[in-house]
C-alpha cells in the first residue's frame, strides 16, 4: 500500500509568492495532521482535521496559512503570501482516528522562500 | 517552558555502544508516549509506543516510563550505524482538548560510528 504521499517534494519561491502544498492521505484514515519543522523550533503541529473537519488550528501561525480537506484523499496547505521565515519542511501524516496515536508521516516538502 | 524537553545533541557513539535518549515533560496528562525516527531528509516514522509507566521492549531498543518523574528514555543496544538519525519523543493525552494531538520533544540526533 502506498504511504502518505505529499507534493511537490521541493518548492523554491519568491517572497510574496503563493504556495501550494498537497497531501493524499492513506486510504482509509479518517485524520490527517500538517506540521512544520525547523532547526530552531522542531516539529509544530499547525492544524488537524477528522473526516474531513478542521479540529484545532491553533498552531497555524498567521492567517497568511489555510489549509483545506475538501474529501477524504485529499488536502491542501496554502502560504499567501509567503515570506522568508515560512522556509521549512512542512510534514503532512494521517492516522486511521483521533483515538490511536499512531501518525504515519509523509516524506514531507522543503519549501524555501527567497 | 515548553511541554517537552529533549537534549537535539548531538550525539556519537562508536558501534555496539548502549545509547540513552530522554525526554522529560511538565503535563500530567499525558498518558502516551511514543519514540520516533526520523532519517535524514525523510519523514518521522513510529518506533516505540507505550502507555503509562512501565518498560517495553522490541529488539535492540527498549522504552521507559516514569510518569512519577515525568521522565521517558529509550535505550538502543548494541547500536549499529543504521542507527544513526534524529529521535524525537512524542506524548498524548486523552481528553477533549487534546485527543489525537501529538506534541512532540525537538529531537536527538544520533550519530553510531562503525
Known amino acids: 500500500d502506498a504511504g502518505v504521499i505529499q507534493s511537490p517534494r521541493h518548492e523554491v519561491t519568491e517572497m510574496g509568492q503563493e504556495v501550494t502544498l498537497r497531501c493524499k492521505p492513506i486510504?482509509?484514515?479518517?485524520?490527517l495532521f500538517w506540521y512544520r519543522q525547523t532547526m530552531m523550533r522542531g516539529l509544530e503541529l499547525l492544524i488537524y482535521f477528522n473526516n474531513n473537519v478542521p479540529i484545532d488550528d491553533s498552531g497555524m501561525p498567521e492567517d497568511r496559512f489555510s489549509a483545506k480537506m475538501p474529501n477524504a484523499s485529499f488536502s491542501t496547505l496554502k502560504i499567501q503570501p509567503s515570506e522568508p521565515r515560512d522556509s521549512a519542511v512542512y510534514f503532512c501524516a494521517s492516522s486511521p482516528g483521533l483515538n490511536t496515536d499512531t501518525q504515519y508521516f509523509g516524506p514531507g516538502t522543503r519549501l524555501t522562500v527567497l | 517552558q515548553k511541554e517537552v524537553e529533549q537534549d537535539p545533541g548531538p550525539l556519537s557513539v562508536p558501534e555496539g555502544a548502549i545509547v540513552s535518549l530522554n525526554c522529560t515533560y511538565s503535563n500530567s496528562a499525558f498518558q502516551y508516549f511514543m519514540w520516533y525516527r526520523q532519517y535524514s531528509r525523510k519523514g518521522p516514522e513510529l518506533l516505540m509506543y507505550t502507555y503509562s509507566s512501565g518498560n517495553k521492549e522490541d529488539g535492540r531498543f527498549t522504552a521507559q516510563v516514569d510518569k512519577s518523574s515525568k521522565y521517558i528514555s529509550l535505550f538502543i543496544r548494541d547500536s549499529q550505524p543504521s542507527d544513526s538519525a534524529t529521535y524525537l519523543c512524542a506524548m498524548s493525552g486523552r481528553g477533549s482538548s487534546n485527543t489525537g494531538k501529538l506534541i512532540f520533544g525537538q529531537g536527538t540526533t544520533l550519530q553510531v560510528k562503525p
Open positions: 486510504s482509509g484514515h479518517n485524520s
